[in-house]
């Protein structure tokens, strides 16, 4: 695993991700290995998907969620070389959130 790991760090530099991205890739690599506990070469689709609706029912926020995916597909397209294990894998969609506009009132009592 360390191997992997190592292999993993150093795709991470090669692509020149920003250093707070780096740090999350490699946290969200750490959940995973513990979630696989095998090598994730072992992983059908079947598993990944499991992985997936674990991620979905744990309650974790939709932007979250695809940090998780981003990672783990920078996983197996760059590292492992097989893409086509994660190819299913589609974005969840973020919730649209209509901006709190204070009232006129309330912008005289701040003013």
């Not at 191997?3 to 740090?23: H, I």
């Not at 999350?24 to 979630?35: G, I, N, R």
Request: charged fraction near 25%; hydrophobic fraction near 40%.
């Amino acid at each position: 695993m360390d191997n992997l790991q190592q292999r993993f760090v150093w795709d991470l530099d090669l692509v020149d991700y920003a250093p707070k991205t780096k740090k999350q890739y490699l946290l969200d690599f750490k959940a995973f290995m513990a979630y696989c506990q095998d090598s994730p070469e072992s992983m059908t689709g079947d598993d990944l998907r499991a992985w997936v609706d674990r991620l979905k029912n744990s309650g974790v926020g939709p932007s979250r969620i695809k940090q998780h995916l981003a990672s783990v597909g920078f996983l197996y397209r760059r590292t492992l070389g097989i893409p086509e294990r994660v190819s299913f894998f589609r974005w969840p969609k973020v919730p649209f959130r209509i901006p709190v506009v204070m009232s006129i009132e309330e912008v005289r009592l701040v003013m």
